[in-house]
């Protein structure tokens, strides 16, 4: 059975970091692209980053440029998000996927909220 | 950015009755590798997304064939031949054809 469990997220001060962990199994994780994807309280589905197989290659979208960055280990089936310099906008559940052209496994997401 | 635009973004349908929605891209979302890189994701309450098709029309694993894909270049439908109650949800296009990854805004499909 495929799995990605997200952990990591919480309450952070703006300004704050934090750092999401995403543990993959059931499938042969590094042969995957993976992804990170937010969603904020009541709204949609925001695309944040994406790793390559072999870990080469990162695109994420522009609000989050030189803060956050996407990491993986596939010797631990492990994905990361690294979140420096956190703002109230970025409070979401966060989630793990699998695949950046079409991402087929989801997590059950991560909520990190940023506030004072 | 490829801007993703979907419509409607809300659907009360009758049980049993049809329901379609549409996605459109500000750009051809045809890759180099010919591929059309467009898929639709369920997301009931509560729940994380799940994808029901992938490259326009195919269907993943367990997605009932009352649900179906179809489009080409910037202009495409999901379809719902009769709408069940555990159908109810937010539905999302999004395209994997170009960087940044973009989402449509979502469809709520609710029932009368």
């Known amino acids: 059975e495929v799995q990605l469990v997200e952990s990591g997220g919480g309450l952070v001060q703006p300004g704050g970091s934090l750092r999401l962990s995403c543990a993959a199994s059931g499938f042969t994780f590094s042969d995957y692209w993976m992804t990170w994807v937010r969603q904020a309280p009541g709204k949609g589905l925001e695309w944040v980053a994406s790793?390559?197989?072999?870990?080469?290659?990162?695109n994420c979208v522009d609000s989050v440029k030189g803060r956050f960055t996407i990491s993986r280990d596939n010797a631990k089936n492990s994905l990361y998000l690294q979140m420096n310099s956190l703002r109230a906008e970025d409070t979401a559940v966060y989630y793990c996927?699998?695949?950046?052209?079409?991402?087929?496994?989801w997590g059950q997401g991560t909520l990190v909220t940023v506030s004072s | 950015d490829v801007v993703m635009t979907q419509s409607p973004l809300s659907l009360p349908v009758t049980l049993g009755q049809p329901a379609s929605i549409s996605c459109r891209s500000s750009?051809?979302?045809?890759?180099?590798?010919?591929?059309?890189?467009l898929s639709w994701f369920q997301q009931r309450p509560g729940q994380s997304p799940r994808r029901l098709f992938y490259?326009?029309?195919n269907r993943d694993s367990g997605v009932p064939d009352r649900f179906s894909g179809y489009g080409s270049g910037t202009d495409f439908t999901l379809k719902i031949s009769r709408v069940e109650a555990e159908d109810v949800g937010l539905y999302y296009c999004m395209q994997g054809a170009h960087w940044p990854r973009t989402f449509g805004q979502g469809t709520k499909v609710e029932i009368k």
């Open positions: 490259e326009v029309s």
């Open positions: 750009q051809s979302l045809v890759y180099s590798d010919g591929n059309t890189y």
């Open positions: 790793i390559k197989k072999d870990g080469r290659e990162k």
């Open positions: 996927a699998a695949g950046a052209y079409s991402p087929d496994y």
